[in-house]
């Protein structure tokens, strides 16, 4: 009955563009698929009646199929762009947080400084909040991988958010502090100290995965 799978397995990606993630796509599927019908199996089915609600599982795959030749909706598009541009000037308020201090030299410049990171923070914060979730429309197999798939790619750019936002934090503490201190020689031992806690928040979003 395996061979029975993979054939029509074998069948439905036909079409398919000869890539990885086509590859990879085509036996995620086919290993779920054989699980499903053993089981069935196990439950008690007979190898038709298996075979045939196994088949059914899967769900529309054209439409995932599709999907691997990099063609994107209006809709998605248009997400996309909004989100790149509210983490874009989010990055720039990083960037340009430390100049109030270098251009006031007091502390009304360290006042402002907070002032971008707290706005290019709360942008971030939102831009994660507001982006669009997938939500299965069935239990089919299909369904499953695209919400696993979705899911995936917007824990790592979460983690890469906040990773990077902690670093121009970083640099921008090392600005504030070496101005007020004076003291440049000792205070690069802060970016010793970032790169630690940079490597603990990615390993404990590895762990909560």
């Known amino acids: 009955m395996n061979e029975k799978l993979r054939r ?5 990606f036909a079409n398919a563009p000869s890539t990885v993630r086509a590859v990879e796509l085509k036996e995620e599927l086919f290993q779920n698929l054989t699980d499903k019908y053993n089981d069935l199996i196990a439950e008690g089915k007979s190898e038709e009646a298996a075979y045939n609600i196994a088949i059914a599982s899967i769900g529309d795959v054209d ?9 994107k909706s209006a809709e998605g598009m ?7 541009i509210i983490t874009a000037i989010a990055i720039a308020l990083y960037i340009l947080c430390p100049v109030p201090v270098i251009w006031l030299q007091h502390e ?3 006042v402002l400084l907070f002032i ?4 290019a923070t709360a942008l971030l914060i939102y ?3 507001t982006r669009e979730r997938y939500v299965k429309a069935d239990d089919t197999m299909v369904e499953e991988f695209r ?3 979705q899911n995936g790619k917007q824990k790592n750019k979460a983690v890469d958010a906040i990773v990077g936002s902690f670093w121009l934090i970083a640099v ?16 690069w031992i802060i970016f010793l100290i970032a790169a630690a806690v940079s490597s603990m928040i990615r390993g404990l979003f590895m762990l909560k995965q």
């Open 127 to 129: 831009n994660g909040v």
């Open 108 to 110: 009304g410049g360290v």
């Open 147 to 149: 919400e696993w798939k």
């Open 8 to 12: 029509y397995i074998d069948d439905l």
């Open 63 to 71: 439409s995932l199929i599709s999907g691997l030749s990099g063609t």
């Open 78 to 84: 248009a997400s996309k762009k909004r989100s790149a």
């Open 172 to 187: 921008c503490v090392y600005i504030v502090v070496s101005f007020m201190t004076g003291a440049w020689h000792i205070t």
């Open 116 to 119: 971008f990171v707290a706005v």
